[in-house]
């Protein structure tokens, strides 16, 4: 039986509370399942310096684990980010980028932080999820103070972890299931259910083709459910805020 009884396509409770932080007014907390990460949006002017002149702009991510976010302490990342560090950064980061029109963006930056509180399982798609809601909360504003003209949103974008457990396809793993399956991976869609990037690794064993279109598709079955909370949650923090 998997946790919360869930059968096999059926996401972890998905919640995002925009009003957990009083002090960062572009900013979420995601839950699915026990993972918790908090995501928060930034506006910073300027553009990376290879980008000067161009006309467009950017978004970009950074990534963290508390270091009692996991059984285990994790060391803090002092000096330099670790390599799954950097990965799951530019993972966020590209994920974003693929739901923004840059040039509508003009040359500014956007920096999301996506700091994970409590891991169980698939932190880096509950950051994607929550940081796309941050992102939009700041492009709104930023709307509505005239620092942009046009919406550079171009869609949702949203992420959910599948895998192959005791041979069977499941969607959304936990801790304990994604340790032990066999086929790991994690899958980013837009809200009209266009990939964006899908991650699948093998772990001792192969799998076939079916199995990767069997993941894929559990994958878009949740695509409705995780745009349809993330749109709820920014209309409630826009009745309030805006």
Request: with cysteine; hydrophobic share 40%; aromatic share 4%.
């Amino acid at each position: 039986m998997r946790s919360e009884s869930r059968t096999n396509s059926e996401l972890r409770k998905l919640t995002m509370d925009p009003f957990y932080l009083d002090l960062i007014p572009y900013s979420v907390l995601v839950s699915m399942g026990n993972t918790r990460v908090l995501c928060c949006a930034t506006l910073d002017r300027g553009v990376p310096s290879w980008l000067k002149g161009q006309g467009k702009g950017w978004v970009t991510a950074e990534y963290g684990m508390l270091p009692r976010s996991s059984n285990e302490r994790i060391q803090r990342e002092r000096k330099s980010v670790s390599g799954r560090t950097q990965e799951i950064q530019r993972l966020i980061g590209r994920s974003l980028r693929a739901g923004v029109d840059l040039v509508k963006l003009g040359e500014k930056q956007i920096i999301v932080d996506c700091d994970v509180i409590q891991a169980d399982g698939g932190t880096r798609t509950a950051s994607i999820n929550g940081a796309f809601v941050a992102l939009r909360m700041l492009i709104n504003d930023m709307l509505k103070k005239g620092d942009l003209k046009e919406d550079p949103i171009v869609e949702n974008i949203c992420a959910i972890s599948a895998g192959i457990v005791n041979g069977t396809p499941c969607l959304d793993l936990d801790y304990v299931e994604d340790s032990s399956a066999h086929v790991d991976m994690n899958i980013i869609m837009t809200g009209s259910k266009k990939l964006v990037e899908v991650q699948g690794t093998a772990e001792g064993n192969t799998f076939l083709r079916k199995d990767l279109d069997a993941l894929v598709d559990l994958a878009e079955s949740s695509v409705v459910t995780i745009t349809e909370v993330q749109n709820r949650t920014f209309m409630e923090w826009s009745k309030k805020c805006l």
